[in-house]
């Protein structure tokens, strides 16, 4: 897939949560809505939705306080065009 898309891919070592900080702190946000040992079964899909469009529509620093909508839609465009 790496070679398709002409990325890489990087993995971290089990239990070292501190080399993917950009997870745990979204991990954190979704636990705003859904604590621990919610049962994703249960979560209605437009819940789900909700949780999406807002992580999607948040700003980051790391994208030049763009949200990440903003730039994958600026991507898809620029690749589409």
């Known amino acids: 897939m790496n070679k398709a898309l002409g990325t890489d891919s990087y993995f971290c070592a089990p239990y070292h949560s501190w080399e993917k900080g950009t997870v745990e702190n979204t991990i954190g946000l979704v636990r705003r809505w859904l604590p621990k ?3 994703l079964t249960q979560v209605a899909d437009d819940m789900i939705v909700k949780i999406e ?3 999607n529509h948040r700003p980051r620093k790391c994208l030049g306080y763009k949200t990440p909508a903003e ?3 600026e991507t898809s465009v620029a690749i589409a065009g």
Do not use: A, E, M, R
Request: charged share 20%; net charge neutral.
């Open 37 to 39: 040992k919610t049962n």
């Open 53 to 55: 469009d807002w992580l």
């Open 71 to 73: 730039v994958f839609n």
